[in-house]
């Protein structure tokens, strides 16, 4: 069974602190990593992917891949209450078929800035 | 504007009722899925399809049913309601631009159906 594991969280940062957002995964193939932002009675959205070890830069997100220790995080710089949702990390195995493209989702990490 | 969408928002309905849960997208995407999530868990994927007359079920145990005659159209059915379907259901769409996982860009997810089975 594939999964992925999160922090449930809540995690709690102030306004302008740096949130952290850490997930695992089990399927050593996996290729691609994703984190999706879930407000509170709403559908995700995508925030972030990334294919490659090392970091991604957007905005105010960092992505970091270490695929070697099957683990990949979200960075959230300049932390705003704006930003208090559950973040979704969710992984594309590495299976050459059809099947391999649905998404794994972990449970998800909650997170809350307080301003 | 592309995008994705789900009707009804939000259903009620008594125990053995049949429902049909709607969704279409304007992306002309061939991968389209529906996925069960309950508060604070998981989303569980449930049925799949990769293009026109093609449908798989998912991890996730369902007593529901998939048709996909229509690239744009994936409509879920469940036959008989229980209350144990009471759950949110989203459905996603997603592709492929080209070779390679630099053009696969993850899910776009409707807005969802919040079911309750009274």
């Known amino acids: 069974q594939k999964e992925v594991e999160q922090n449930s969280g809540p995690l709690s940062v102030p306004e302008g602190a740096i949130a952290s957002l850490n997930c695992t995964y089990s399927?050593?193939?996996?290729?691609?990593f994703f984190w999706y932002r879930q407000y509170s009675g709403k559908s995700p959205e995508l925030i972030m992917f990334?294919?490659?070890?090392g970091d991604k830069e957007d905005g105010r997100f960092t992505a970091q891949l270490n695929k070697a220790s099957q683990y990949v995080s979200l960075l959230i710089r300049d932390s705003q209450p704006s930003d208090s949702a559950t973040y979704l990390c969710?992984?594309?195995?590495?299976?050459?078929?059809?099947?391999?493209?649905?998404?794994?989702f972990g449970k998800g990490t909650t997170l809350s800035v307080s301003s | 504007e592309a995008d994705i969408y789900q009707t009804p928002r939000y259903l009620v309905i008594g125990t053995g009722k049949k429902i049909t849960l709607e969704c279409s997208q304007t992306m002309g995407h061939d991968k389209m899925y529906w996925y069960q999530q309950d508060p604070g868990m998981e989303l569980h994927l449930i049925h799949y399809?990769?293009?026109?007359?093609?449908?798989e079920k998912g991890d996730l145990s369902s007593e529901s049913t998939v048709s996909r005659i229509r690239t744009e159209h994936f409509p879920l059915t469940l036959e008989s309601a229980r209350p144990s379907h009471t759950s949110q259901y989203l459905c996603?769409?997603?592709?492929?631009?080209?070779?390679?996982?630099?053009?696969?860009?993850?899910?776009?997810f409707g807005s969802g159906t919040r079911l309750t089975v009274v």
């Open positions: 399809s990769y293009g026109v007359n093609s449908t």
């Open positions: 990334i294919y490659s070890n």
């Open positions: 969710a992984v594309k195995s590495g299976e050459a078929n059809q099947a391999g493209t649905a998404l794994i």
């Open positions: 996603a769409s997603s592709e492929n631009r080209g070779q390679g996982e630099d053009n696969y860009f993850g899910y776009t």
């Open positions: 399927d050593r193939g996996s290729q691609s």
